[in-house]
């Protein structure tokens, strides 16, 4: 079968499974939703076969199990979304077709990924302006204490979400660039400041924005990633392990400085030190996750609401789908989740390995790292595995700017992987061929 | 680079597997995790379930019922007390946050359903998967809703209890305690509950006094030591006696009842009169005469000592007995405890009015009483009957003859002694009156126990009312007779 075939094949699966759990949820919830809604969910996956469309006219030999992971991913997103709260729902499909446009406009548009290295440091910047946004007045939204919207009148935006793409093409130029002299010749020898410097100062004012907007989460993955993607350039552990040193060292003065983040850390080691004030949050997450039993209640069967109709976790839609996801559809349910962000994750490390050039591999295996790290901080927090952080469950959780951001990635590594594919197969490169991006 | 690449993607997925570990931990955890409160699952369970109503006797005054309410799809039932504080103490309440109390607590299990109605797994999980709304079984009482009433009406204004049992089946027919509260108010205004005041201090509307209340017994407890008297045979009702107005303990004169006129004396009685008009001096000379052990082995014949069964939760029941502090206590040695005093209900002796119940009731059951219960069956949700309470008789306290004797003595206190406020027109009522002294000034517990009619006893009463400057014959006998009176009608 080819590769688009094998797309189609796993997208229509996908949908399969959507429709399922959509249905489920509607025949639940009779009495809240509407019949009407339940076609929201044709339009949903026709969008993304049009996106199927698109790649097999454009990028006929990329990978084909990201994009129907990706619509599994968020369809089951939008199900949770729409088993919560239908209005949100609908708010959601709206932005997963803005971002599946976002997608294929990218396609199309940036016929060559590589001409992003030569912007490098325009990207660099512009993370950084993106990040410093909501910090502005006026246009600045503060959020459960996190300063990270920003007020466009019709709708709000989480330019984060966007920077930390650019963050991880910035480090993938400018690692690519410095790789050699990075690794250095000995495994102790340290690289002249000068190569250092840039690399320091861009993570550093991300790193510095970040906590003036009080966003744990965020800091949290940038270093990850940073850390992540500078083993990847130079295959030292050094560098992990200083990182790390560095980042506990980091962490305890943070710890002892800030209130906010010694509250963090001492519910998660006792959340039930304070059940009905600090550790409120994760000690209902914990609640939703433990009565999930094996199989979970069903969808729409759970025990996520008071009387009152308001949620017992607070966000439910965003920072704990995954606590809703697992009450209702049990370990084994939340087992399947994570078992398709490996899935993910495995395809896209499998794309940074067959790519041929050190740019690329460092930018798909990056923006994979940054989606994994991202996934892992938000499940490990709700679940109470590692100190909670707010961030959103990439495709899944509720929020216009993570899906369109996370779309955004998949066309960039799906475009690496038809390139990469091309080569391998001695197919000719797509910029050459074409005359017109859709006339091919 | 690909090594790198190989490795990190194994460190990723030893992560995600770190997750389905600790949702593996949850899982095991979730039993001990589940009792715990402010859990929403558990609670969510119980308020999807279809709570079993609660009936007064007869099968129509509806105590307690559900109001169904869409919540996220699914319907919620919300406890409703239709007759506010009429069975408050009896029925109890249930919240959303799971705190219990009364029949609504023991009997939750019959009332959830949790006690299965479906047979077979396989029914079980077709139940589930078509979200099937578990139904509980239904309680009728013993309670008879208009004479539940009436106690209340005339326990207004008091810190007191009313207790009344058919002594022929130990059907609990009323019990009242009031101050009283409504349990509509207990999950969302509970603050209003416990700031209600009362006559007494505390006013402490959530007690069951019929069953949680301790009080002096005083006289009404000359019926536990007239039956020892006559039951071990060492008297009649015909033994004689001179009352000097007071008898002597360990040298100090204890007196009788003051009137306006100080001390009554009575010169040479017999025991009945000694009934009648309550004379402490004679009491006081059979306690001697008997003995502390004799006197409480009769008064634990009664039941007290014990628990009173009755399918309230164990916690919402008392023992009667003598009390050391807020300790039950058993004298080891006769000179532990003042028998002369005990004998006419002092002492540090206290009785709940549902045990001086028990003890009307077994006198007017011939001497043996019946287990007191206040469930009178369990309905499934088909309206077949689940089970229904047989009367249990206790152990016998006392010989026919004596209980006879006993009666014939009462009927006396209620037509020419102490407790003639008690009597009804054309109904023979037997009783007997008290008085006792809290150690407090103007703080007597006034109290009535009795039965009626005399011949063929239908109902057994006790009233006891705390605080009150009056006397158990001013005080208690005229509620009981209005409650009898509903009751016999």
């Known amino acids: ?440 | 680079m690909n090594r790198e690449l190989r490795r990190l993607f194994f460190v990723f997925t030893l992560l995600f597997a770190a997750l389905v570990g600790i949702g593996s931990y949850w899982l095991w955890r979730a039993p001990s995790l589940e009792a715990r409160q402010g859990n929403p699952t558990q609670i969510v369970r119980d308020v999807t379930t279809k709570r079993g109503l609660i009936y007064a006797s007869d099968a129509e005054t509806i105590l307690a019922r559900n109001r169904g309410r869409q919540v996220s799809g699914r319907r919620w039932f919300l406890r409703r007390y239709p007759t506010g504080e009429l069975t408050a103490h009896v029925v109890g309440y249930t919240t959303l946050d799971r705190s219990r109390a009364g029949l609504e607590k023991s009997m939750n299990d019959f009332l959830t359903g949790t006690n299965s109605n479906l047979s077979t797994v396989l029914e079980r999980v077709r139940s589930r998967v078509q979200g099937d709304i578990r139904e509980g079984n239904d309680l009728v009482l013993t309670i008879d809703a208009k004479a539940q009433a009436k106690a209340l009406e005339v326990l207004q204004g008091t810190c007191g209890s009313i207790v009344a049992i058919e002594p022929a089946t130990g059907r609990v027919l009323v019990m009242a305690s009031t101050p009283s509260y409504d349990p509509n108010l207990v999950a969302r205004r509970f603050d209003e509950v416990l700031n209600q005041r009362g006559p007494c201090r505390p006013a402490a509307p959530l007690l069951n006094r019929s069953t949680q209340g301790l009080y002096a017994p005083g006289s009404t407890f000359k019926l536990v030591t007239a039956a020892a008297a006559l039951d071990t045979g060492r008297y009649t009702p015909e033994s004689t006696f001179v009352d000097p107005g007071y008898c002597t303990e360990y040298g100090q004169r204890v007196f009788n009842y003051s009137d306006q006129n100080g001390p009554e004396i009575f010169g040479r009685v017999t025991l009945g009169e000694a009934m009648e008009h309550s004379i402490n001096a004679v009491f006081c000379d059979i306690g001697q005469e008997l003995g502390a052990d004799t006197v409480l082995e009769y008064a634990r014949r009664f039941g007290f000592y014990e628990k009173p069964p009755l399918e309230t939760p164990a916690e919402e029941r008392v023992a009667s007995g003598l009390y050391e502090g807020n300790q039950l206590f058993v004298p080891e040695l006769e000179s532990d405890v003042d028998v002369g005093r005990l004998a006419f209900g002092q002492e540090r002796l206290l009785a709940t009015p549902t045990q001086m119940a028990m003890v009307a009731a077994t006198i007017a059951n011939g001497g043996r009483g019946m287990e007191p219960f206040v469930v009178d069956r369990i309905i499934k949700p088909d309206d077949s009957v689940l089970s229904r309470t047989k009367p249990e008789p206790m152990a016998r306290a006392i010989t026919r003859r004596t209980a006879f004797e006993l009666a014939a003595m009462m009927e006396l206190v209620t037509t020419t002694g102490t407790g003639r406020r008690a009597q009804i027109p054309g109904v023979r009522v037997a009783g007997k009156t008290g008085t006792a002294e809290t150690g407090r000034n103007d703080r007597n517990d006034t109290w009535f126990v009795g039965f009626a009619p005399v011949d063929n006893p239908e109902v057994a009463i006790a009233v006891a009312i705390s605080d009150q400057s009056g006397t158990g014959g001013g005080i208690a006998a005229p509620k009981a007779k209005e409650v009898m009176e509903v009751l016999l009608r």
């Open chain 1, 1 to 440: 079968m080819s590769l688009r075939n094998r797309e189609l094949v796993s997208l229509l699966g996908a949908s399969l499974i959507v429709t399922l759990g959509f249905a489920s949820v509607y025949l639940a919830q009779q009495s809240t939703t509407s019949s009407a809604s339940i076609s929201y969910i044709g339009i949903f996956l026709g969008l993304y076969l049009i996106a199927h469309l698109v790649t097999r006219a454009q990028l006929p030999y990329a990978d084909p199990y990201l994009l129907p992971l990706a619509a599994l991913l968020t369809g089951i997103g939008v199900t949770m979304i729409y088993r919560i709260d239908p209005a949100l729902a609908l708010r959601q499909g709206v932005w997963v077709a803005v971002g599946l446009v976002l997608f294929v406009g990218g396609i199309i548009l940036v016929r060559d990924y590589r001409k992003l290295e030569s912007i490098k440091y325009t990207l660099g910047i512009a993370a950084v302006v993106l990040l410093v946004l909501p910090a502005l007045p006026g246009i600045g939204r503060t959020i459960n204490g996190a300063t990270l919207w920003v007020d466009l009148g019709p709708f709000v935006f989480q330019p984060g979400e966007l920077a930390k793409v650019l963050i991880v093409v910035f480090l993938a130029s400018y690692l690519r660039d410095r790789r050699d002299v990075l690794r250095g010749s000995r495994w102790y020898s340290l690289p002249p400041l000068r190569h250092l410097g840039p690399l320091i100062v861009v993570w550093g004012a991300a790193i510095v924005v970040l906590m003036l907007t009080n966003d744990l989460g965020g800091g949290l993955l940038y270093f990850s990633v940073f850390l992540a993607m500078l083993y990847l350039a130079t295959g030292r552990i050094l560098y992990v392990l200083g990182g790390l040193g560095l980042f506990a060292a980091g962490a305890l003065a943070v710890y002892r400085v800030t209130p906010h983040v010694a509250d963090r850390v001492s519910i998660w080691l006792d959340p039930w030190s304070d059940p009905n004030g600090a550790g409120y949050q994760l000690v209902q997450s914990i609640y939703a996750i433990s009565s999930g039993g094996l199989f979970g209640s069903g969808l729409g069967r759970g025990a996520l609401f008071t009387s009152e109709g308001s949620s017992y976790i607070p966000f439910l839609e965003t920072d704990f789908i995954y606590s809703a996801l697992v009450q209702e559809l049990g370990l084994v349910g939340g087992a399947a989740l994570l078992l398709l962000y490996v899935m993910f994750v495995y395809r896209g490390f499998r794309v940074a390995m067959l790519a041929t050039d050190g740019f690329a591999k460092l930018l798909i295996g990056g923006l994979t790292a940054a989606f994994a790290i991202q996934a892992f901080l938000i499940l490990g927090g709700v679940t109470g595995l590692i100190p909670l952080t707010g961030i959103t469950l990439p495709f899944v959780s509720y929020g216009g700017s993570s899906v369109v951001a996370n779309l955004l990635i998949l066309g960039l590594i799906l475009s690496v992987s038809d390139r990469a594919n091309r080569r391998a197969l001695g197919e000719p490169e797509r910029g050459l061929l074409a005359v017109g991006g859709l006339a091919r």
